[in-house]
């Protein structure tokens, strides 16, 4: 490793530098949805598992009453992961696959996408069933103008 190299390392550990990952900006072509919906359906099916999970009440033995607070906290993390790995994929969809050119085939197209991307920060911050409906029927929406434009390309 060179002199620079160790500087920068050390440099970056010294200002708690983390490293930035994105989807590239070279026109790649590879986009699809299908990533944005399987998070949607995880954040809720994480919501649903909360909301059906069974609190064993404040009698119960502290080993229960531990469990329960763990599983809790892993559900809540894993849905709130998922519901930001889908805003990032529709981020990058919006941002990078969409054209203005497709605003003709679908007028709603920012809204669409601005809504969804706001369900997401919402089921981020919440615990509610519909609103994570809400999502995955918004995901569904954007993964049905995508296979148009698709569909469109191939004309």
């Not at 708690?16 to 070279?26: F, G, K, M, N, T």
């Not at 009698?59 to 894993?78: F, K, S, W």
């Amino acid at each position: 490793m060179s002199w620079m190299q160790t500087v920068t390392r050390a440099m970056d550990r010294l200002l708690r530098i983390e490293p930035l990952y994105a989807h590239c900006d070279v026109p790649c072509g590879i986009y699809d949805p299908h990533l944005a919906s399987v998070s949607a359906k995880t954040v809720y099916t994480m919501v649903k598992k909360v909301t059906d999970l069974k609190d064993p009440g404040a009698g119960a033995p502290p080993q229960d009453a531990l469990e329960y607070r763990n599983t809790v906290v892993r559900m809540v993390q894993t849905k709130e992961a998922h519901a930001q790995l889908c805003k990032q994929e529709l981020l990058i969809l919006w941002t990078d696959y969409f054209k203005p050119e497709h605003l003709a085939m679908f007028p709603d197209l920012h809204e669409t996408f601005w809504k969804a991307a706001k369900l997401c920060s919402y089921n981020k911050q919440h615990v509610d069933l519909a609103k994570s409906q809400e999502l995955m029927d918004a995901v569904g929406k954007i993964s049905e103008l995508f296979k148009k434009a698709e569909a469109a390309k191939k004309k």
